[in-house]
């Protein structure tokens, strides 16, 4: 055999012919085996390109709160949006999916402009937001509100807790908790108005009435935060421990403010000095609970809330018509049901 | 596949040519497979960034429409109106683009936001538009304002989606250019597959071709050398290698057959020329017996004849003539140098020494012959028929008390010339006969009277001459009933 160099003789010539054919059949199993992976990659990559196809859904809605980005709203939202999903309804939270930061009125407008089929916003009292339902009513937009009431001529329901019950929540705490303090400190943000806090003191000092309180009765101050932007609440807060613009008993009524002072607390070491109620439930609140730096918090189940709105909304479309108000329910949590939240808060 | 039988029935050249095309063609279909697929996913890659750029192209149209908006309500030319009709046609056209889904999708429901807010704002560009031209001073700025607002949402937007849409483009170009280096790797293990596979096929192909002529190489080497028993190679296809082979060893079989026929030849000539030795032989070998029994012949010749002349002048005519046939008996023995005469010469001989023999019997002998003439000029070797008259007389008729007879016929018999020699002697008995005949007989070598040439010679001689054992023949009944000695020469 030349080929092969030297005089080895190969088999014979049916042995050669065999093997000949084996390797012809080799490369043909060969390509057949690299077009059919090549396929297979091929496929892969151009799948990423293709069209999915999605669900439609029948009405898009748009929910404005506050503050979008706080995990209570977050929960809020993603309640909604999975129980309108399953009924057809597109709930959307235009602040997460826009990089850029809009005020509530211009949410309010570019849901307007998107002809949206409802909107669900955390009501205030503030102009801009009214005049921005005013124009969602002129355009047709049912408004429900979520949380706290709006006034709009289109608002279509009122999905929240009854705000008595809320106040009696924070009576029982503060009868619980109190010893001889006599000032109250009701503090919100933006989204609290002062008359929100007066109906808020009105109702708690309701609930308090009759109720054992050494150094009855109480001495109430409400005060908003109405500074809005980035860190406005933190750096009220932080202001008030500085100039040392503080109350025995503070009572906060929403998240971030509740968090901030918690911090501010054990920051300007006040802790067993101030009594401090919050509101809403978030991992932060919930350990400041644990460490008995919060005395409690009452909040609003955002699932519940979610799904009710959701569902307020789907009752709408589908009868025309849904109850003004439609309740879900408030709760307390305080050191003695602390680990249970906790729990369920590290399940999430 | 192609049969084992169409393969062997294939030429060199069509096999070489398969052998070369079959690879090539693999070779090229995988190549053109191969590249037929990058194109696809390169393709692919070009679109891959293509929702962006139509995000941008809507962007910048947008962004022109709010300037072309704000360039006529500034200047309120009929140039920046034309030119907002234009942008405000060419903000339409591409707003087609984006389709008025219900997707349930992030995404596609910004897509459906932008739509919804570009055709609101192109709506509220138009009253303001109007509204100035209108003169209604108020309003158009009120709506300019509303415009503005809803074009930052709608730029923000499509800024937005432009991002997210990025980023999801991102990860299809990184999963595509990861299959493409994939593709590139698998491109690259299969071409050196089958080019191992292709060098593999080419040299067995090779191989099938170089195998016989390598057989047939050896053969013809130990050929060569004069093996002609070397096993032949066999004949497996049809090539050319196939047809070389076939007539190779066509060519050794006939080789084969020629030289056994050559040796064969040679074989019967020299046992011709052998047999030619041996008749020389016997002939010298007589020659030398008269030589050894009369010395001289020349001397006994030319003294005879010299007797006879003197005879002749002593006037005995008788002896004289006696002297001369003996004269001519030793003559006929001194010129026969040549093997063959003719019968004539022989009978003649024979005459010759009956005449002596009798003048020694005083006549005794009654020899007769009856002789076709025609018959006369056939060749047959000399001294024979004397010796076998001389042996029926020295050991038939010699002994006898009858009247002493001797016979000598030359009659034709079928394909033979007969010579018969009859005498009325003593007979042989069966068992001597045949002694005689199988050549077994010794007879006495001291019998003074032959002239030497015995009858064993003379059967050898033509027996040689014939390449027969049966020309000679001799017949007696028993004793003193005679004996025949018949030749049975071809004609």
């Given at each position: 055999m030349g080929l092969l160099g030297g005089k080895r003789k190969l088999g014979s010539n049916s042995a050669l012919a065999i093997a000949a054919g084996c390797a012809v059949a080799f490369m043909f199993i060969a390509t057949i085996v690299s077009t059919v992976l090549y396929k297979q990659r091929m496929d892969e990559a151009v799948g990423l390109m293709a069209e999915t196809t999605y669900n439609e859904y029948d009405s898009?809605?748009?929910?404005?709160?506050?503050?979008?980005?706080?995990?209570?709203?977050?929960?809020?939202?993603?309640?909604?949006k999975e129980y309108g999903k399953e009924n057809g309804v597109y709930i959307d939270m235009i602040s997460q999916s826009i990089d850029e930061s809009y005020s509530k009125p211009e949410l309010i407008e570019m849901a307007i402009e998107s002809d949206c089929d409802a909107i669900f916003i955390e009501g205030d009292d503030s102009e801009e937001t009214t005049k921005m339902l005013a124009r969602a009513s002129q355009r047709g937009i049912p408004v429900?509100?979520?949380?706290?009431?709006?006034?709009?001529?289109?608002?279509?329901?009122?999905?929240?807790?009854?705000?008595?019950?809320?106040?009696?929540?924070?009576?029982?705490?503060?009868?619980?908790?109190?010893?001889?303090?006599?000032?109250?400190?009701?503090?919100g943000a933006d989204s609290v108005s002062v008359a929100d806090?007066?109906?808020?003191?009105?109702?708690?000092?309701?609930?308090?009435?009759?109720?054992?309180?050494?150094?009855?009765?109480?001495?109430?101050?409400a005060r908003a935060i109405t500074e809005t932007g980035p860190f406005a609440i933190e750096e009220y807060v932080q202001n008030m421990f500085k100039e040392n613009d503080l109350a025995p008993v503070v009572i906060c009524l929403d998240e971030k403010t509740t968090a901030s002072f918690y911090q501010a607390m054990i920051d300007y070491n006040k802790v067993g000095s101030i009594l401090l109620f919050g509101s809403d439930k978030s991992s932060t609140i919930l350990t400041g609970i644990k460490q008995r730096v919060i005395a409690s918090s009452v909040y609003v189940d955002s699932k519940a809330l979610g799904q009710a709105a959701a569902g307020a909304f789907i009752e709408y479309k589908e009868a025309g018509n849904v109850s003004d108000y439609v309740s879900v329910e408030a709760k307390l949590i305080d050191a003695s049901n602390v680990a249970d939240e906790l729990q369920e808060v590290d399940g999430e | 596949m192609v049969s084992k039988k169409s393969i062997k029935s294939m030429s060199l050249r069509k096999k070489m040519i398969m052998a070369f095309c079959l690879p090539t063609i693999l070779l090229f279909l995988v190549n053109m497979m191969l590249y037929?697929?990058?194109?696809?996913?390169?393709?692919?890659?070009?679109?891959?960034?293509?929702?962006?750029?139509?995000?941008?192209?809507?962007?910048?149209?947008?962004?022109?429409?709010?300037?072309?908006?704000?360039?006529y309500l500034n200047t309120k030319t009929s140039d920046a109106l034309e030119q907002y009709y234009i942008r405000?046609?060419?903000y339409s056209d591409m707003l087609v683009a984006l389709d008025d889904n219900k997707d349930d999708n992030e995404n596609r429901v910004m897509e459906r936001n932008i739509r919804h807010m570009s055709q609101n704002y192109l709506e509220l560009t138009n009253q303001a538009v109007e509204s100035k031209r209108g003169g209604n001073v108020e309003k158009y700025k009120n709506i300019y304002e509303e415009a503005t607002r809803t074009f930052s949402y709608i730029e923000s937007s499509i800024n937005s989606l432009n991002n997210k849409q990025f980023v999801n483009n991102s990860k299809s170009y990184g999963a595509m250019m990861a299959a493409l280096q994939t593709i590139e790797r698998l491109n690259i293990i299969t071409l050196v597959i089958i080019g191992l596979a292709n060098l593999a096929f080419v040299v067995l192909i090779a191989s099938t071709i170089a195998g016989p002529l390598v057989r047939l190489a050896a053969t013809a080497d130990s050929v060569s050398k004069g093996d002609f028993d070397v096993p032949l190679p066999p004949v497996r296809s049809n090539d050319e290698v196939g047809v070389v082979t076939g007539a190779f060893n066509k060519m050794v079989i006939?080789?084969?057959?020629?030289?056994?026929?050559?040796?064969?030849?040679?074989?019967?000539?020299?046992?011709?020329?052998?047999?030619?030795?041996?008749?020389e032989n016997h002939v010298k070998d007589a020659e030398l017996k008269y030589l050894q029994s009369q010395i001289n012949p020349h001397f006994l010749f030319?003294?005879?004849?010299?007797?006879?002349?003197?005879?002749?002048?002593?006037?005995?005519?008788?002896?004289?003539?006696?002297?001369?046939?003996?004269?001519?008996?030793?003559?006929?023995?001194?010129?026969?140098?040549?093997?063959?005469?003719t019968l004539k010469e022989e009978i003649e001989l024979v005459d010759i020494y009956i005449y002596i023999i009798n003048v020694r019997f005083a006549g005794e002998i009654q020899f007769t012959k009856e002789i076709d003439e025609s018959l006369l000029d056939i060749k047959i070797p000399s001294m024979i028929l004397q010796p076998i008259v001389e042996n029926s007389i020295n050991y038939g008729l010699r002994n006898i008390e009858w009247a002493k007879k001797i016979k000598l016929s030359v009659y034709e018999l079928g394909d033979y010339v007969c010579i018969s020699v009859k005498d009325n002697g003593a007979g042989i008995e069966k068992e001597t006969l045949d002694k005689i005949l199988n050549g077994s007989f010794v007879s006495n070598p001291n019998k003074s009277d032959s002239n030497g040439v015995g009858l064993n010679n003379c059967i050898e001689r033509l027996n040689i001459f014939y390449e027969r054992d049966d020309v000679l023949d001799i017949i007696s009944e028993g004793k003193d009933k005679g004996t025949e000695t018949i030749l049975y020469l071809p004609k």
């Amino acid at each position: 055999m030349g080929l092969l160099g030297g005089k080895r003789k190969l088999g014979s010539n049916s042995a050669l012919a065999i093997a000949a054919g084996c390797a012809v059949a080799f490369m043909f199993i060969a390509t057949i085996v690299s077009t059919v992976l090549y396929k297979q990659r091929m496929d892969e990559a151009v799948g990423l390109m293709a069209e999915t196809t999605y669900n439609e859904y029948d009405s898009y809605v748009v929910m404005i709160s506050s503050d979008d980005d706080s995990t209570f709203w977050k929960q809020v939202y993603e309640a909604a949006k999975e129980y309108g999903k399953e009924n057809g309804v597109y709930i959307d939270m235009i602040s997460q999916s826009i990089d850029e930061s809009y005020s509530k009125p211009e949410l309010i407008e570019m849901a307007i402009e998107s002809d949206c089929d409802a909107i669900f916003i955390e009501g205030d009292d503030s102009e801009e937001t009214t005049k921005m339902l005013a124009r969602a009513s002129q355009r047709g937009i049912p408004v429900f509100a979520l949380g706290t009431d709006v006034e709009a001529e289109s608002r279509i329901s009122y999905i929240g807790a009854n705000s008595y019950s809320i106040a009696s929540l924070y009576g029982t705490s503060l009868v619980d908790n109190l010893v001889k303090q006599k000032k109250v400190l009701v503090l919100g943000a933006d989204s609290v108005s002062v008359a929100d806090e007066n109906a808020f003191i009105n109702n708690i000092q309701t609930a308090l009435t009759g109720a054992d309180i050494v150094n009855a009765p109480l001495e109430f101050e409400a005060r908003a935060i109405t500074e809005t932007g980035p860190f406005a609440i933190e750096e009220y807060v932080q202001n008030m421990f500085k100039e040392n613009d503080l109350a025995p008993v503070v009572i906060c009524l929403d998240e971030k403010t509740t968090a901030s002072f918690y911090q501010a607390m054990i920051d300007y070491n006040k802790v067993g000095s101030i009594l401090l109620f919050g509101s809403d439930k978030s991992s932060t609140i919930l350990t400041g609970i644990k460490q008995r730096v919060i005395a409690s918090s009452v909040y609003v189940d955002s699932k519940a809330l979610g799904q009710a709105a959701a569902g307020a909304f789907i009752e709408y479309k589908e009868a025309g018509n849904v109850s003004d108000y439609v309740s879900v329910e408030a709760k307390l949590i305080d050191a003695s049901n602390v680990a249970d939240e906790l729990q369920e808060v590290d399940g999430e | 596949m192609v049969s084992k039988k169409s393969i062997k029935s294939m030429s060199l050249r069509k096999k070489m040519i398969m052998a070369f095309c079959l690879p090539t063609i693999l070779l090229f279909l995988v190549n053109m497979m191969l590249y037929l697929g990058t194109t696809r996913v390169l393709n692919s890659l070009d679109v891959v960034y293509s929702s962006n750029n139509a995000l941008n192209q809507l962007n910048t149209a947008l962004e022109s429409l709010q300037n072309a908006t704000e360039g006529y309500l500034n200047t309120k030319t009929s140039d920046a109106l034309e030119q907002y009709y234009i942008r405000e046609q060419e903000y339409s056209d591409m707003l087609v683009a984006l389709d008025d889904n219900k997707d349930d999708n992030e995404n596609r429901v910004m897509e459906r936001n932008i739509r919804h807010m570009s055709q609101n704002y192109l709506e509220l560009t138009n009253q303001a538009v109007e509204s100035k031209r209108g003169g209604n001073v108020e309003k158009y700025k009120n709506i300019y304002e509303e415009a503005t607002r809803t074009f930052s949402y709608i730029e923000s937007s499509i800024n937005s989606l432009n991002n997210k849409q990025f980023v999801n483009n991102s990860k299809s170009y990184g999963a595509m250019m990861a299959a493409l280096q994939t593709i590139e790797r698998l491109n690259i293990i299969t071409l050196v597959i089958i080019g191992l596979a292709n060098l593999a096929f080419v040299v067995l192909i090779a191989s099938t071709i170089a195998g016989p002529l390598v057989r047939l190489a050896a053969t013809a080497d130990s050929v060569s050398k004069g093996d002609f028993d070397v096993p032949l190679p066999p004949v497996r296809s049809n090539d050319e290698v196939g047809v070389v082979t076939g007539a190779f060893n066509k060519m050794v079989i006939s080789i084969k057959d020629y030289i056994a026929k050559l040796t064969e030849s040679m074989e019967a000539t020299r046992k011709l020329r052998e047999n030619e030795l041996i008749m020389e032989n016997h002939v010298k070998d007589a020659e030398l017996k008269y030589l050894q029994s009369q010395i001289n012949p020349h001397f006994l010749f030319n003294t005879l004849n010299a007797g006879a002349q003197l005879a002749m002048m002593e006037g005995a005519d008788r002896t004289s003539n006696y002297i001369q046939r003996v004269a001519d008996f030793f003559r006929y023995n001194i010129k026969k140098n040549k093997d063959v005469v003719t019968l004539k010469e022989e009978i003649e001989l024979v005459d010759i020494y009956i005449y002596i023999i009798n003048v020694r019997f005083a006549g005794e002998i009654q020899f007769t012959k009856e002789i076709d003439e025609s018959l006369l000029d056939i060749k047959i070797p000399s001294m024979i028929l004397q010796p076998i008259v001389e042996n029926s007389i020295n050991y038939g008729l010699r002994n006898i008390e009858w009247a002493k007879k001797i016979k000598l016929s030359v009659y034709e018999l079928g394909d033979y010339v007969c010579i018969s020699v009859k005498d009325n002697g003593a007979g042989i008995e069966k068992e001597t006969l045949d002694k005689i005949l199988n050549g077994s007989f010794v007879s006495n070598p001291n019998k003074s009277d032959s002239n030497g040439v015995g009858l064993n010679n003379c059967i050898e001689r033509l027996n040689i001459f014939y390449e027969r054992d049966d020309v000679l023949d001799i017949i007696s009944e028993g004793k003193d009933k005679g004996t025949e000695t018949i030749l049975y020469l071809p004609k």
